[in-house]
């Protein structure tokens, strides 16, 4: 009797009360405002019944959905501005460093490779972001809408272990690339070797290079199969040429002779922009039969080591036609 006498006076109980319209001593902003909305208390327990807990349920996982959206947007405009710059300042950087490189003259490339690299590298991060974001956002809906999630998580780690067994080669491509493009270790326009192609490099994404021979054979050569890569497009070069005479001429005079028409080839307004430093007589290289082998050599500007030593070929003939130095033949 004592609990029946009690009832009446808590403040929830008393009828024409909101907290008795809803059945509930704390009620939910949404049960309170419809109370106060309609001031119906058959209406306001249907209300409480059935609805207020899927609305509050349908609102918050509204608000988790656009937070996620605004966070993916955020995320995205950080990532593009980052990439931008840095391939941009790495970019520039490596301008500043070689003061004549391969792509004086062609900008178009130097741009289309710096947009290349902030792209890929872009889109990369941007799925990251977007993935993590929103399957984060994806599982806290779940939780709110009462799911048990353990059973999905398990599901999905034995998913993603058969999945990464079946795609490990592309993984490791992915993987590859992706340092590659950080490191910057060679880009569109470079002239690489990879060990199983030589040519020059005309896209690179983070699965596959493409690349094209001397002879215009196109290359895909995987990411994840480039153990190592030689760059011929980088800071610079060194074109080596080992000259042969005939082992009675003068040792001197044709060093002689090689030293000026290299130096006089480096003052060419036509190349002394592609050589970089003073050419070098390294002196007598080998003795090979009857010919004795004197070696010359020029740091050059990136990937143009072979047109400097044609054209020092040329003027070595001349110059040897003139003073009467006989080429000869290195026995094997």
């Known amino acids: 009797m004592s609990l029946l006498a009690a009832e009446p006076f808590l403040p929830w109980a008393q009828e024409g009360s909101p ?36 609305l509050t349920t349908l609102f918050w996982v509204v608000v988790t959905f656009v937070i996620a959206l605004i966070l993916k947007s ?43 690299r902030a792209q890929t590298l872009g889109s990369v991060l941007r799925s990251i972001a977007s993935v993590l974001i929103m399957g984060t956002a994806a599982f806290s809906i779940l939780g709110s809408l009462g799911l048990n999630l353990a059973p999905v998580l398990a599901s999905a780690s034995v998913i993603g272990v058969a999945v990464g067994f079946g795609a490990q080669n592309i993984v490791k491509d992915l993987l590859a690339g992706l340092f590659m493009l950080l490191e910057d270790q060679y880009g569109v326009g470079d002239f690489i070797d990879v060990g199983t192609a030589k ?24 990411n994840g199969e480039i153990k190592k890569v030689g760059n011929e497009s980088q800071n610079w070069g060194r074109a080596v040429l080992d000259i042969p005479v005939d082992i009675n001429e003068d040792t001197e005079k044709v060093k002689e002779i090689l030293q000026s028409t290299a130096d006089e080839m480096a003052a060419d307004e036509r190349w002394k922009d592609l050589v970089l430093e003073a050419p070098a007589v390294w002196g007598v290289q080998a003795l090979a039969g009857d010919a004795l082998v004197i070696r010359v050599v020029l740091k050059t500007a990136p990937g143009k080591q072979g047109d400097v030593a044609r054209e020092l070929r040329e003027r070595v003939k001349r110059s040897f036609d003139e003073a009467g130095v006989t080429v000869a033949t290195p026995t094997p």
Request: aromatic residues 8%; glycine residues 6%; hydrophobic residues 40%.
């Open 74 to 116: 955020v995320a995205h405009r950080m990532i593009t501005r980052v990439t931008v710059r840095m391939a941009e300042g790495t970019m520039t950087e490596r301008a500043r460093e070689r003061s004549r490189t391969v792509f004086e003259g062609t900008p178009a490339l130097l741009n289309k490779r710096r947009a290349q």
């Open 199 to 222: 040519g020059t490099v005309e896209a690179v994404t983070l699965r596959v290079t493409r690349m094209r021979d001397m002879d215009g054979v196109v290359w895909y050569v995987p």
């Open 19 to 54: 907290e008795s319209a809803c059945g509930d001593p704390t009620p939910t902003t949404a049960c309170r405002l419809v109370w106060n909305v309609s001031h119906n208390t058959g209406f306001t327990k249907f209300f409480s019944t059935w609805l207020d807990g899927a």
